[in-house]
């Protein structure tokens, strides 16, 4: 059973509306992670966390999506004005620690269908 | 660019049999390896994974042969069940400072009775 809680598991917008999702990453955990993953089963790194700073994130060139993960509050993925191209599986996953000694462990996902 | 490359889209064998997944990278950067299973509408769940000081990690009926000279791995699952029946991620990481993972483009296992 994941430990790391996302919500809602199923959200449906219209082209253009804002669509944001939430992520509690398991407790204990400082580093959290942001995929996409397509309806190809391609994985796309999104963005990353460690407590409240940002590590590294894709060229939001579109600056489409922002993410934060405030102190006591869930860690959210926000896009401001969805397209269809959106659509995928989002995924936000957490670990112990950055280094290579643990991997991240994921939650069930938040499916995004774009109309 | 496609960093992790899984060989196979997909794979079938009976049931008890072994099924074998592979999986290269091209990074040497990369000393962190695990495998993920995912099961349609769930999300991955870590299965076992392996640094690349190692050359052989074991968990059960899930092994990961690691081969770094040639950048490659392979992931054994012995007596494979019905229930094995899932897709199959490999991953990589390295000391980068960014703790970012890569993902392969997965390894859909069948695993007929």
């Known amino acids: 059973n994941s430990k790391v809680i996302q919500t809602p598991r199923y959200l449906v917008k219209g082209q253009g509306q804002k669509a944001k999702m939430r992520c509690i990453p398991e407790?204990?955990?400082?580093?959290v992670f942001w995929y996409q993953q397509n309806k190809n089963n391609e994985f796309k790194f999104l963005i990353n966390?460690?407590?409240?700073?940002?590590?590294?994130q894709i060229d939001m060139t579109e600056k489409r999506f922002s993410a934060e993960c405030p102190s006591n509050s869930p860690c959210s993925l926000e896009i401001q004005s969805s397209e269809a191209g959106d659509s995928a599986l989002y995924l936000c996953?957490?670990?112990?620690?950055?280094?290579?000694?643990?991997?991240?462990?994921f939650g069930e996902g938040t499916r995004l269908s774009v109309l | 660019q496609q960093q992790v490359r899984q060989s196979s889209q997909s794979l079938t064998v009976w049931e008890g049999e072994t099924a074998i997944l592979n999986c290269s990278y091209e990074?040497?950067?990369?000393?962190?390896f695990p495998w993920y299973q995912q099961f349609p509408g769930e999300g991955p769940a870590l299965l076992i994974a392996?640094?690349?000081?190692?050359d052989k990690k074991e968990d059960g009926r899930f092994t990961i042969f690691f081969n770094k000279r040639e950048k490659n791995l392979s992931l054994h699952i012995k007596d494979s069940q019905p229930g094995d029946s899932a897709t199959y991620f490999c991953?990589?990481?390295?000391?980068?400072?960014?703790?970012?993972?890569?993902f392969g483009a997965g390894t859909r296992l069948k695993v007929i009775a």
């Open positions: 996953a957490s670990s112990l620690s950055g280094w290579s000694n643990q991997a991240p462990l």
């Open positions: 407790k204990g955990h400082p580093v």
């Open positions: 966390f460690q407590n409240q700073e940002v590590l590294q």
């Open positions: 990074n040497s950067a990369f000393d962190y």
């Open positions: 392996i640094r690349s000081v190692s």
């Open positions: 991953a990589a990481s390295g000391n980068t400072g960014n703790y970012k993972y890569v």
